[in-house]
Every structure is written in structure tokens, then in C-alpha cells.
């Protein structure tokens, strides 16, 4: 009898449960949009109830979809946007909404720690840059703003240990999460007070929880969430991971051969390493899901998230169009980009709706619009400036390495034909796909499959539930068009960057 795995994946906008074979082959999914709460300029938030619940709505849905007897699931675990901060309180309830890591409203706390020193004793530990939607960040927001909420604290979670938390009623922090939060020494591997200190946050030491690899148990299934959710009591919980390890380690990427970009709603662009890179060149090492590496990465909210936004506040009409003709509106604007040529237009799209590559206060705009332009041009416009801000940490990554073979492309690009040859053009570089949509989803299963000893671990995981899907070649014919077009991109983002302080 084949045993089956379950992944459970809480990113920017949507949550989604996935059940898979122990080959990887995708059995049922369910999905829940996410509801953004707003309340002021910069903040991103979500009701960590509300969110609990639609968990529980997407797993039953998932079992029942799949025709399964839940005793047939071997094994659970969790993958979620990182950074940002879900609080747990005293009383055994969330203590304050979750914020969500595009939340851009503690941007003031590391441009002090950068000015008065403190962000350059703490990069001996921590080996990253301090950003606005990281917990050190968010905490001291927190402190100066909400100190109510701060005296209510029993647990700092991030959003996929939050919801493990819920599914076992045990509390532990896994590690490649945490290891992107400033909060961890990356030499030794364990939270440090002494770090803590620097960020004046020495106080919340006692309410980290336990560390955990991806792959340990980390708990079984109550109950109570049986009753909830379907699962069966006594199912084992694995650790699960940041999402970009997820998506990483179902891509295959188990060696330093290929660069990982995730187009999501964070523009994330990865490869892997056995040494930190120390040179302050790449903004973010943490540790890997695989114990011998570290995961090294250029991050920004700037990826796929801003074509959703594009596409619901201004592509009303292509909507209607795209549901007259049978289709979603995203594949009514693949075919949209897909009839304008690369030279036909130097419209530039600036995916800053969430704030720029290194500037939170940065804003979206569209520069060198003309009478001439079309709804076409402008949609390719967007599809392009997303790239070019991939390519600005590419960049930063490339100085890093020696050699690429190729970048393994997953998110929304990914599921877009014209897109993913936008990204090959852009980058010079082959673009591969893999042979599955969920990937957050599936790296967090295979995280199960070692917990529940189907497989010793994620390597050998990897090898028998990854597939490529496509390949794609750069077109020779336009290197010199997107380098001038990228060009144009730069100046235009350089030029601007003193602007956003006026907002």
C-alpha cells in the first residue's frame, strides 16, 4: 500500500494543503485566498484565528477530495512566508494580529541599527541584513507602540510554526525559519541573549520556542485538530521550513550547481553553499534544510504579488474577457505579453507596490508611458519589470559564484510560458521548471516522508519526487535589447530612491 503525505503551505496571499504520494505525484489540494487587514499606510496583517480555521477548512477539503482514509497519511508538515511575526499570548490566544513579511511599518528600526552600529556587530552572528519585516524589527515597533501586547507574550512563532503549534499543541521553532529572523547565532546554530541585547529585546529570550531541524518530529496530531481537520490523531508532524527552502528542496536543489528563484509575492533568488558568504555583498545567508549548507539569498517583495495587484485594481475588462473565453485572466494576459516583441517598447514597470529591492518606503510606478502604447505593451511591461528586479539580486549572487548551469524558475513566472522566456532573456541564462505547481507545498511534504522514515533524507527524497518539466533557452536575438531595457530599469529605480522619502 502507497503512503501518502501532506503539505501544508501559508504564503502572502493564499493557504493550501497538498496531499502527495510518496513519488511526489500530487493526489488532491485544496485553497483559501487570505484576507489582508490594512489598518494603516505600510502595514500587512491577517487574523491568526481566521487563519487557523481556513487551515482546518483546507485540510479537511483536501481528505475528502482524495478519496483517502486519513489513516493513510504518514506524515504532515508545515511551509510559510517567512519573517513577519505571529504572536501567541499568555492566555492561550493570539495576543495580536499576525503580520505578514511585507509589512513595511518598523522601517525606522534598522535604518537606526545601521547608523549607530549595532547592524554591524551583529552581523558576526547572524551573517544578514536587518529588514523591516523581520521579528527584531517588528518586536521593537511593538515595544514603542503596543506595550500591552508585549507583557501578553508566551511565544514568538513564525507563520508555518504557528500552525504546526495549533496542529500538535506543542511549540518549537524550526530552524531555517528562525535563521532568517536576525534572532539566531548561524556560527553555533542556537538563539543567543547576547544578540537579543543589541536589538533591546534580551527580554524575549524565554519566548522562543525549542529548536528543530526540518525534518524532526516535531509532534503529533491532537485530538482536537482531528476533529477539526480530519487528520488522524497520533499522525506524525515534521518540522517543515521556510518557504524558500521548500520550494529550494523541491527543485532539486541539493547541490551548488543551480540558482533557485521563486517569483511569488517576494522576489527570492537562492543557491546553496557549505560556507556563508561574508563579504556583505548578498543580503540574507541562513541555514539550509540540508545540515552540511548554508542557504544564500537576495530577497525583496517585488516579484509575481505585484502582477496580482496590477491585474485586480486595472484588468477589469481583461477579466471579463478572459472568463467569456474559458480561461483565467493570468492566461488572458500571457497571451496578452506573448503578442508584443521585446524592442516594440521601453515602458518601464517599477514593482514596488510592497516597496523596492532595498528601499520599504519605495512605491509602484510605470515610467515612459506614451499615447501610442497598448494595453498589451503595458501588460509585458509589468511582466519585464518584475524580472529586472530578479535580476538586480542575480546579480549580487552571480559576484558569489563561479559558475551556473542553470536557474531553477518556480512561482507564478513558472506557470507562464512567455514569462519564463522574459526571465531566460533577461537573466542569459537556461530557465528550468519542474513538473509541479505546489512546490512550497511538496518540499514540506518530502520533509514528512524523512520524518515517517520513507525516505533517510532530503536528498534521497529529492531524487525520487522532483522532475524536471521544461527547459528554456535564452533568444540570442534578444541579448542587447533587455541589457539596454534593463539599463533603462536602473537609472529610473537610482533616480527615484531619494524621492520615496517624500511620501
Given at each position: 500500500m502507497n503512503n501518502y503525505y501532506m503539505g501544508i503551505d501559508n504564503g502572502g496571499s493564499l493557504c493550501?494543503?497538498?496531499?502527495?504520494?510518496?513519488?511526489?505525484?500530487?493526489?488532491?489540494?485544496?485553497?483559501?485566498?487570505?484576507?489582508?487587514?490594512?489598518?494603516?499606510?505600510?502595514?500587512?496583517?491577517?487574523?491568526?484565528?481566521?487563519?487557523w480555521l481556513k487551515n482546518c477548512e483546507i485540510i479537511r477539503e483536501t481528505i475528502e477530495t482524495s478519496g483517502l482514509d486519513a489513516a493513510q497519511i504518514k506524515g504532515v508538515a508545515c511551509s510559510g512566508h517567512g519573517k513577519g511575526l505571529y504572536l501567541w499570548g499568555k492566555d492561550d490566544q493570539p495576543c495580536y494580529n499576525g503580520i505578514v513579511s511585507t509589512d513595511a511599518r518598523a522601517w525606522e528600526y534598522p535604518e537606526k541599527w545601521?547608523?549607530?552600529?549595532?547592524?554591524?556587530?551583529?552581523?558576526?552572528?547572524?551573517?544578514?541584513?536587518?529588514?523591516?519585516?523581520?521579528?527584531?524589527?517588528?518586536?521593537?515597533w511593538l515595544k514603542d507602540n503596543e506595550p500591552e501586547v508585549i507583557g501578553n507574550i508566551k511565544?514568538?512563532?513564525?507563520?508555518?510554526?504557528?500552525?504546526?503549534?495549533?496542529?500538535?499543541?506543542?511549540?518549537?521553532?524550526?530552524?531555517?525559519?528562525y535563521s532568517g529572523s536576525n534572532m539566531m547565532n548561524l556560527k553555533e546554530r542556537r538563539f543567543d541573549k547576547e544578540l537579543l541585547k543589541e536589538f533591546n529585546l534580551e527580554d524575549m529570550f524565554d519566548k522562543l520556542p525549542p529548536l528543530k531541524k526540518s525534518t524532526e518530529i516535531c509532534g503529533t496530531i491532537t485530538e482536537e485538530t482531528e476533529a477539526l481537520t480530519g487528520l488522524k490523531a497520533g499522525t506524525v508532524v515534521a518540522g517543515g521550513m521556510f518557504d524558500i527552502d521548500a520550494c529550494a528542496i523541491a527543485m532539486d536543489i541539493t547541490n551548488d550547481e543551480n540558482i533557485a528563484v521563486i517569483a511569488g509575492t517576494w522576489s527570492i533568488n537562492e543557491y546553496i553553499s557549505k560556507e556563508p558568504v561574508l563579504n556583505k555583498s548578498i543580503m540574507m545567508n541562513s541555514i539550509y534544510c540540508i545540515d552540511e549548507y548554508y542557504l544564500i539569498e537576495e530577497c525583496s517583495p517585488t516579484s509575481a504579488g505585484n502582477n496580482a495587484w496590477f491585474v485586480n485594481l486595472f484588468l477589469e475588462d481583461e477579466k471579463h474577457k478572459a472568463?467569456?473565453?474559458?480561461?483565467?485572466?493570468?492566461?488572458?494576459?500571457?497571451?496578452m505579453a506573448d503578442k508584443v516583441l521585446p524592442a516594440e517598447s521601453n515602458i518601464c514597470f517599477l514593482?514596488?507596490?510592497?516597496?523596492?529591492?532595498?528601499?520599504?518606503?519605495?512605491?509602484?510606478?510605470?515610467?515612459?508611458l506614451e499615447k501610442s502604447n497598448t494595453r498589451e505593451q503595458v501588460v509585458?511591461?509589468?511582466?519585464?519589470?518584475?524580472?529586472?528586479?530578479?535580476?538586480?539580486?542575480?546579480?549580487?549572487?552571480?559576484?558569489?559564484?563561479?559558475?551556473?548551469?542553470?536557474?531553477?524558475?518556480?512561482?507564478?513566472?513558472?506557470?507562464?510560458?512567455?514569462?519564463?522566456?522574459i526571465f531566460s532573456d533577461v537573466f542569459e541564462l537556461p530557465v528550468e521548471t519542474i513538473d509541479n505547481?505546489?512546490?512550497?507545498?511538496?518540499?514540506?511534504?518530502?520533509?514528512?516522508?524523512?520524518?515517517?522514515?520513507?525516505?533517510?533524507?532530503?536528498?534521497?527524497?529529492?531524487?525520487?519526487?522532483?522532475?524536471?518539466?521544461?527547459?528554456?533557452?535564452?533568444?540570442?536575438?534578444?541579448?542587447?535589447?533587455?541589457?539596454?531595457?534593463?539599463?533603462i530599469y536602473k537609472?529610473?529605480?537610482?533616480?527615484?530612491?531619494?524621492?520615496?522619502?517624500l511620501y
Open positions: 493550501k494543503a497538498v496531499i502527495f504520494d510518496s513519488k511526489g505525484k500530487e493526489i488532491s489540494s485544496a485553497s483559501r485566498n487570505l484576507v489582508m487587514i490594512n489598518p494603516a499606510p505600510g502595514f500587512t496583517e491577517r487574523d491568526m484565528e481566521e487563519l545601521y547608523e549607530d552600529g549595532t547592524a554591524e556587530r551583529v552581523f558576526e552572528k547572524t551573517f544578514q541584513s536587518i529588514l523591516a519585516c523581520q521579528p527584531v524589527s517588528l518586536l521593537n511565544w514568538i512563532f513564525e507563520v508555518k510554526d504557528y500552525i504546526r503549534f495549533r496542529l500538535t499543541g506543542e511549540a518549537f521553532a524550526e530552524m531555517t525559519d472568463k467569456e473565453a474559458g480561461m483565467n485572466v493570468y492566461d488572458y494576459c500571457n497571451r514593482p514596488y507596490i510592497f516597496g523596492s529591492n532595498y528601499n520599504p518606503r519605495a512605491k509602484a510606478c510605470m515610467v515612459g509585458r511591461a509589468v511582466y519585464e519589470g518584475i524580472a529586472y528586479c530578479h535580476k538586480v539580486h542575480l546579480e549580487k549572487l552571480l559576484m558569489n559564484r563561479t559558475e551556473t548551469r542553470a536557474i531553477r524558475l518556480s512561482g507564478g513566472a513558472a506557470k507562464s510560458d512567455v514569462w519564463a522566456q505547481d505546489e512546490l512550497g507545498a511538496l518540499g514540506c511534504a518530502m520533509t514528512a516522508t524523512v520524518a515517517a522514515g520513507e525516505y533517510k533524507n532530503l536528498k534521497e527524497a529529492a531524487q525520487n519526487m522532483v522532475r524536471i518539466k521544461n527547459k528554456i533557452y535564452p533568444n540570442k536575438g534578444n541579448e542587447e535589447i533587455y541589457r539596454k531595457k534593463y539599463g537609472k529610473t529605480s537610482d533616480a527615484l530612491d531619494d524621492t520615496w522619502k
